[in-house]
């Protein structure tokens, strides 16, 4: 029987099991690991959606490199606008920076 939990007024079932989750996090950081070596990447992770999984990935990250974090938005209440709007914007500068976006989903 599979897990449900319960936030506020929604009801989510488990889809996923937390070991496969961890699994792929330390598979995709190993990737990162080998593909940014030398290369001081700066993390833009895209709020609110990808915190956590930022927040996971870079507990396995083991290159030298930076995490910032911004807040766009393209929804009003649970409709699309199909325009992205900064809500918390980019502050340091990326000019000769290796960049990797973290974000949870991208649909516009």
Do not use: H, W
């Amino acid at each position: 029987m599979s897990e449900v939990v319960t936030i506020k007024d929604k009801q989510f079932e488990k889809f996923i099991e937390f070991r496969q989750i961890q699994t792929a996090i330390n598979r995709i950081a190993r990737e990162m690991d080998d593909d940014l070596r030398d290369k001081n990447p700066l993390f833009i992770a895209v709020l609110n959606g990808a915190f956590m999984f930022a927040g996971e990935l870079m507990k396995e990250v083991t290159v030298p490199c930076e995490i910032t974090f911004v807040r766009l938005a393209s929804y009003q209440g649970t409709s699309t606008t199909n325009k992205v709007r900064e809500v918390l914007g980019l502050n340091e500068s990326i000019g000769g920076r290796t960049v990797v976006i973290v974000e949870d989903i991208v649909d516009s």
